[in-house]
């Protein structure tokens, strides 16, 4: 008999349950952005079921993702703040 293969929703949460001492190692705010960073691998549920496992290089990469999440993240609250500026001024 063949081994059972767990869907994509649950190997994302398998996953996320490896990086929980990571993520406890975290500050609490980036601790907030990581978890909104790694919800977003729900979005790709059809793509990423056919993608494989990471290896060694794993954490990090997960390291360099989140810190240019964090990054673009502060880029684009700035230019929504600097919008909202020129509008009231306007």
């Not at 081994?3 to 980036?30: G, H, Q, V």
């Not at 079921?49 to 989140?66: E, G, Y």
């Not at 999440?69 to 001024?89: A, F, G, I, P, R």
Request: aromatic letters at 8%; a positive charge; charged letters at 30%.
């Amino acid at each position: 008999m063949g081994r059972t293969i767990p869907s994509y929703r649950i190997a994302i949460e398998m996953e996320r349950s490896k990086w929980k001492i990571f993520r406890e190692r975290l500050d609490k705010k980036d601790r907030k952005e990581f978890d909104k960073m790694f919800s977003y691998a729900r979005l790709y549920n059809c793509a990423a079921s056919n993608a494989c496992r990471p290896q060694l290089i794993h954490p990090i990469l997960m390291s360099i993702i989140l810190e240019q999440y964090k990054q673009s993240t502060k880029l684009q609250n700035d230019t929504v703040n600097k919008q909202t500026n020129m509008k009231k001024e306007i």
